[in-house]
C-alpha cells in the first residue's frame, strides 16, 4: 500500500512539474501568410503605427499579447518574441495588405498620404476557454496635421479552449492575424478607399 501511495504521489508530482513548465513557456511567434503583391500603381501611402494598449495589456510591455493560465488556473504572461511584438507586426502587415491591393508603401512621410494605425487592443486570455481579440482604427490622412479623409476600425474576435502548452494560443493568435489581413485587403480594394487617397493629392 506504501509503494503505491509513493508510486502515485511521484506520478502527480512529475504531471505538475510537466503542466507548470509548459506553463511558462509563453514564448510564441506572431505569423501570417503574406498575401501575393499586386503590380500595380494605385497610389503611394506611408503607413505610421502608434501602440495605444493599455499599460495592463501591453502598454507597459510591447512584447506581451495576453495571460495564459495552467490546469490549476496559475497565470503566466503570454509573449511574443522580441523581434515579431505586435506594433511591429501590425505594421508589416497593414504594408503588405496595401500592397495586395494595389498600393506602393512609401519610406518618407513627407511624400506620401498617411495612413495612421492605431493598436488599441491586442490581448488573449481566459481560463480553459479564452477569447483573443484585437481592435485597430485605421485613419487616411493628408499628412500628419491633417483631418482624415478616411477612416475604418478593424476587429477580430476569436475563441480558443485550452490545452498543454501554448499551442492553442499560437494558432489563435495568428489565426485572428489572418482574419485581419483579410478584412484589411478587402477594404483597401474598395472603390472608396482609392477615392479617398485621390483627395489627399489635390
Request: net charge positive.
Given at each position: 500500500?506504501?509503494k503505491?501511495?509513493?508510486?502515485?504521489?511521484?506520478?502527480?508530482?512529475?504531471?505538475?512539474?510537466?503542466?507548470?513548465v509548459?506553463?511558462?513557456?509563453?514564448?510564441?511567434?506572431?505569423?501570417?501568410?503574406?498575401?501575393?503583391?499586386?503590380?500595380?500603381?494605385?497610389?503611394?501611402?506611408?503607413?505610421v503605427?502608434?501602440?495605444?494598449?493599455?499599460?495592463?495589456?501591453?502598454?507597459?510591455?510591447?512584447?506581451?499579447?495576453?495571460?495564459?493560465?495552467?490546469?490549476?488556473?496559475?497565470?503566466?504572461?503570454?509573449?511574443?518574441?522580441?523581434?515579431?511584438?505586435?506594433?511591429?507586426?501590425?505594421?508589416?502587415?497593414?504594408?503588405?495588405?496595401?500592397?495586395?491591393?494595389?498600393y506602393?508603401?512609401?519610406?518618407?512621410?513627407?511624400?506620401?498620404?498617411?495612413?495612421?494605425?492605431?493598436?488599441?487592443?491586442?490581448?488573449?486570455?481566459?481560463?480553459?476557454?479564452?477569447?483573443?481579440?484585437t481592435?485597430?482604427?485605421?485613419?487616411?490622412?493628408?499628412?500628419?496635421?491633417?483631418?482624415?479623409?478616411?477612416?475604418?476600425?478593424?476587429?477580430?474576435?476569436?475563441?480558443?479552449?485550452?490545452?498543454?502548452?501554448?499551442?492553442?494560443?499560437?494558432?489563435?493568435?495568428?489565426?485572428?492575424?489572418?482574419?485581419?489581413?483579410?478584412?484589411?485587403?478587402?477594404?483597401?480594394?474598395?472603390?472608396?478607399?482609392?477615392?479617398?487617397?485621390?483627395?489627399?493629392?489635390?
Open positions: 500500500m506504501n503505491n501511495y509513493a508510486l502515485f504521489l511521484k506520478l502527480v508530482l512529475t504531471a505538475c512539474v510537466i503542466i507548470f509548459s506553463g511558462c513557456s509563453t514564448t510564441m511567434k506572431l505569423h501570417y501568410v503574406k498575401p501575393p503583391f499586386k503590380k500595380m500603381n494605385k497610389g503611394e501611402i506611408y503607413v503605427v502608434d501602440d495605444q494598449r493599455s499599460p495592463e495589456k501591453g502598454g507597459n510591455d510591447p512584447t506581451r499579447v495576453g495571460t495564459i493560465r495552467n490546469t490549476f488556473g496559475m497565470p503566466f504572461p503570454l509573449n511574443s518574441s522580441v523581434n515579431r511584438e505586435p506594433s511591429k507586426v501590425i505594421k508589416e502587415l497593414v504594408s503588405d495588405c496595401l500592397k495586395a491591393a494595389g506602393k508603401i512609401s519610406g518618407q512621410p513627407d511624400s506620401a498620404p498617411q495612413l495612421h494605425v492605431v493598436l488599441q487592443k491586442f490581448w488573449s486570455d481566459g481560463y480553459q476557454h479564452s477569447r483573443i481579440w481592435k485597430i482604427p485605421v485613419e487616411l490622412k493628408k499628412d500628419g496635421h491633417s483631418q482624415p479623409v478616411w477612416k475604418h476600425i478593424f476587429e477580430s474576435n476569436i475563441g480558443v479552449t485550452w490545452k498543454v502548452g501554448y499551442g492553442t494560443f499560437d494558432k489563435g493568435i495568428n489565426s485572428m492575424l489572418e482574419e485581419v489581413k483579410n478584412k484589411m485587403i478587402t477594404e483597401f480594394k474598395t472603390p472608396k478607399f482609392n477615392k479617398s487617397l485621390s483627395r489627399c493629392k489635390n
